[in-house]
Nanobody, 129 residues
Framework: VQLQASGGGQVQSGDSLRLACAAS????????MGWFRQAPGKEREFVAA????????YYADSVKGRFTIARDNDEGTLYLQMNNLKPEDTAVYYC???????????????????????WGQGTLVTVSS
């Protein structure tokens, strides 16, 4: 089972990027999925998550209003649309998936790395000022 993140790159402050995460080996259409990021010298932090149904989304305060998480279950792909990028968004971005299917949690659980069993390899986003 693999999660493959793509779409990273080097952009200027204020630009947009869309990250994608594709699964192979199994489908995650009924699993909670999320995006995390890790900047150099820092711990991996929560960015956004989406419920298994797609009906609920969760965002870190630092990206709320700029980033949008979405899933296309027909394509089996998770997306992260990132607008108005800032230098502090520079990091390796990881997609992740919960192992449990059709499971709903309270808000804090979606933001915790411990919820997620499967992790992608990461895609680098560099934002210059």
């Amino acid at each position: 089972v693999q999660l493959q993140a793509s779409g990273g790159g080097q952009v200027q402050s204020g630009d947009s990027l869309r990250l994608a995460c594709a699964a192979s080996g199994r489908t995650f259409s009924n699993n909670v999925m999320g995006w995390f990021r890790q900047a150099p010298g820092k711990e991996r932090e929560f960015v956004a998550a989406i419920s298994w149904s797609g009906g609920s989304t969760y965002y870190a305060d630092s990206v709320k209003g700029r980033f949008t998480i979405a899933r296309d279950n027909d394509e089996g792909t998770l997306y992260l649309q990132m607008n108005n990028l800032k230098p502090e968004d520079t990091a390796v971005y990881y997609c992740a998936a919960d192992e449990r299917r059709r499971t709903t949690y309270t808000d804090p659980f979606y933001r915790s790395k411990s919820l997620y069993y499967y992790w992608g390899q990461g895609t680098l986003v560099t934002v210059s000022s």
